[in-house]
């Protein structure tokens, strides 16, 4: 099974970017499709980004769009999450995950996750 830690998270402003790293070990990901996920207090955990293990296919859930952009480098084993324009609605714990297969949205389809990284958005 893949370890996953994710770094990147803090606090900022509404409008600021942030840019979250989720670097992965004990496998390479070359062959995992990843994504990533955000649990808001007292809200259930849901889908944000996914993106094949090549790079190739990505996708995202509606109100992250045209905001976010999830990318990968095998060679360094890590998968990105650019943040831009955040909004406090985006105030959540994020969470990097790992699948060996297509890439999904399915949060039950990913069997290996990092611990989650905070991030706090003010208005």
């Known amino acids: 099974q893949v370890q996953l830690v994710e770094s990147g998270g803090g606090l900022v402003q509404a409008g600021d970017s942030l840019r979250l790293s989720c670097a992965a070990s004990g496998r390479t990901l070359s062959t995992y499709a990843m994504g990533w996920f955000r649990q808001a207090p007292g809200k259930e955990r849901e889908f944000v980004a996914s993106i094949s293990s090549g790079g190739s296919s990505t996708r995202y859930t509606d109100s992250v769009k045209g905001r976010f952009t999830i990318s990968r480098d095998n060679t360094k084993n890590t998968v990105y999450l650019q943040m831009n324009n955040l909004k406090p609605e985006d105030t959540a714990i994020y969470y990097c995950?790992?699948?060996?297969?297509?890439?999904?949205?399915?949060?039950?389809?990913?069997?290996?996750w990092g611990q989650g990284t905070q991030v706090t958005v003010s208005s």
């Open positions: 995950a790992a699948r060996q297969g297509i890439v999904t949205t399915t949060l039950s389809a990913f069997d290996s």
